[in-house]
């Protein structure tokens, strides 16, 4: 039903700055939360970011507030993260994912196939 694709992930410094890119496909974008989730190696997958349907509310993880901005673009069924100030600790595989707003994974039904981040020292 949906097809989210992921874009935007590479190779930076630390102190650097990545914006990762989501495009929906397949179902009413607009109608649904968006999130980002992240997992580093050997670990379980978790919450980054949310947003609503509509944008009015966003909600991080405490490691990447004040750093990481999620956005919307419900024009181009686009979802955003922008990254400033990245850490080696960021250094992860970064999911995008559609349904309900919530900081819990399995809240979400849709998966995008994942964009490797990797930030150097």
């Known amino acids: 039903q949906v097809q989210l694709v992921e874009s935007g992930g590479g190779l930076v410094q630390a102190g650097g700055s990545l914006r990762l890119s989501c495009a929906a496909s397949g179902r009413t974008f607009s109608s649904y939360a968006m999130g980002w989730f992240r997992r580093h190696p050997g670990k379980e997958r978790e919450f980054v970011a949310g947003i609503t349907w509509n944008g009015s509310n966003t909600a991080y993880a405490a490691s990447v507030k004040g750093r990481f901005t999620i956005s919307r673009d419900n024009a181009k069924n686009t979802v955003y993260l922008q990254m400033n100030g990245l850490k080696p600790e960021d250094t992860a595989v970064y999911y995008c994912?559609?349904?309900?707003?919530?900081?819990?994974?399995?809240?979400?039904?849709?998966w995008g196939q994942g964009t490797q981040v990797t930030v150097s020292s």
């Open positions: 994912a559609q349904g309900n707003y919530n900081s819990d994974s399995t809240r979400y039904n849709y």
